[in-house]
């Protein structure tokens, strides 16, 4: 993996936030996305980060 690699959260229509690699945003565009957070330094930050979305209520978990 690569140390420039970033990360996001990406919300779906049906309320469920997935942590997405920056690669896979851009091969994402043409699917539909409700909220987008991020970029995030490391994958483990966005996994805090959807954690904290889920308890505020804002993402369901998966």
């Known amino acids: 993996m ?3 690699q ?3 959260i990406v ?3 049906a309320g469920n ?5 920056s690669n ?3 091969a994402d565009k043409n699917s539909q996305a409700i909220e ?3 970029p995030f330094d490391s994958q483990a ?3 805090a980060r959807r ?3 889920i308890r505020a209520g804002r993402c369901q978990p998966v």
């Open 24 to 26: 896979e945003v851009t």
């Open 11 to 13: 919300k779906r229509p």
């Open 6 to 8: 970033s990360w996001y």
């Open 45 to 47: 930050d966005a996994i």
């Open 17 to 21: 936030c997935e942590i997405i690699a």
């Open 51 to 53: 954690v904290g979305l």
């Open 2 to 4: 690569s140390d420039s």
């Open 36 to 38: 987008k957070w991020g």
